[in-house]
């Protein structure tokens, strides 16, 4: 949807599409509760506005580090947070992901 592309910062649009897309990701991961935060937030807009470049900067920094190993990684902890949904192992594999501001 082009209103959701427009929140990325333009150096991210520039570069989000280069990757392809799969079925789990690092975004996926770190918001595997964005429903929820959207809906409890007093303004969903806004909230948007602060989840999407956040998002794009995950997706830079998947693009900085993708590799086979990162890749495993992401399948493992996806698997993992199924099980766990309340885990924060995430940030234990990847200790240098872009720091969340909100």
Do not use: H
Not at 4 to 32: A, D, H, Q, W
Not at 53 to 73: H, V
């Amino acid at each position: 949807m082009q209103v959701s592309v427009n929140l990325y910062p333009e150096e991210i649009r520039s570069n989000i599409y280069n990757c392809k897309p799969g079925m789990t990701g690092i975004g996926s991961l770190i918001f595997r509760d964005e429903e929820k935060m959207i809906s409890d937030a007093p303004d969903p807009k806004a909230m948007y506005a602060r989840i999407y470049p956040y998002k794009g900067a995950l997706e830079m920094w998947y693009q900085k580090n993708a590799s086979l190993c990162t890749d495993f990684r992401i399948i493992f902890l996806t698997a993992w947070s199924i099980v766990f949904p309340k885990n924060q192992l995430v940030y234990k594999f990847f200790k240098d992901l872009p720091i969340r501001n909100f």
